[in-house]
């Protein structure tokens, strides 16, 4: 037994305004495809294209294993040319990922392949950030540190994304001072009796294709599953809710700095500190809902 899924609307490609009021302001999920086809880039960029124009940048590659403490919030395991990864990526399956990579600031050409969408979101334009898995490679349930408003627009395959509302996060175990849930949670099968407040989230889903734009939403969790070998593009902007935008600041100024500085000073014993709370504190919490039925 799983979750019940929702289907995330799709749409095609829509006007300013029909973003604003059917998807933005009621911070609404939405996959809009159709919007991208005039950008250079949806007709150039794939594995081949990336190979000729930046096979020899570095690049900062993650795999499945869970959090070390010896490492800093979203330090890379380790590092190789794209060009490496590539050929990883062509010869079959594998959790090698690149995440939260500004690929343009290397590669500043690639700018000139695409648009910024005109779709009433002030986007961010020095954090275009590339996404990159091999086939069956997964990417944490999480929400982005600084709640931002993100298109993710793919290339290249078939990527699986899997979306839940930010009013369920009490249901989530999340671990303390941080943006992610207890990562033993195997969100293609989850463990109902060992997590039991899963029981209560009722998660967003669908299957992007080259050149499709999700909308995700400021502070909405989301776990990504590669089908095939495949990229993505995030634009992002800042949190429109003042309370997120505030939540967001926090994150980054200080909450992220106070962790690392936990992992220093107390090593492992941090880490399981987390994991143990995110469990006690979410399982006592759907416990006292339940008494109340």
Not at 2 to 17: A, C, D, H, S, W
Not at 133 to 156: C, L, R, S, T, W
Not at 213 to 218: A, I
């Amino acid at each position: 037994m799983g979750f019940n899924y929702i289907e995330i609307e799709r749409v095609e490609k829509l006007t300013k305004k029909e973003f604003i009021e059917n998807y933005y302001k009621p911070q609404k999920p939405v996959v809009i495809t159709n919007q991208i086809e005039d950008w250079p880039a949806f007709s150039k960029w794939n594995f081949k294209f990336l190979r000729e124009l930046a096979g020899d940048k570095t690049v900062p590659l993650y795999d499945s294993r869970k959090t070390d403490y010896t490492k800093k919030v979203n330090e890379p395991d380790f590092t190789m040319t794209m060009s490496e990864y590539i050929d990883i990526l062509e010869k079959g399956p594998t959790d090698l990922r690149i995440f939260l990579y500004n690929l343009m600031k290397d590669v500043p050409a690639m700018k000139a392949d695409m648009k910024w969408p005109k779709l009433g979101l002030r986007l961010i334009k020095s954090l275009p950030l590339v996404f990159f898995g091999g086939q069956d490679a997964k990417v944490f349930m999480h929400y982005d540190i600084d709640f931002p408003n993100i298109f993710h627009i793919h290339f290249e395959g078939k990527k699986q994304c899997v979306l839940v509302d930010p009013k369920e996060t009490k249901y989530m175990y999340r671990l303390p001072y941080s943006w992610i849930c207890n990562e033993d949670i195997d969100f293609d099968n989850p463990d109902f009796e060992r997590f039991p407040a899963l029981r209560k989230v009722k998660p967003y889903i669908t299957n992007l294709q080259h050149g499709e734009m999700l909308y995700m939403p400021e502070g909405w969790w989301h776990y990504m599953k590669y089908l095939t070998p495949g990229f993505s593009l995030s634009l992002r902007s800042l949190a429109g809710s003042p309370v997120n935008l505030w939540k967001g600041l926090l994150n980054v100024a200080a909450i992220r700095y106070y962790d690392n500085w936990m992992r220093k000073r107390k090593g492992q014993e941090w880490l399981d500190y987390k994991d143990m709370e995110s469990v006690r504190r979410t399982n006592a919490l759907f416990e006292r809902e339940e008494a109340k039925v």
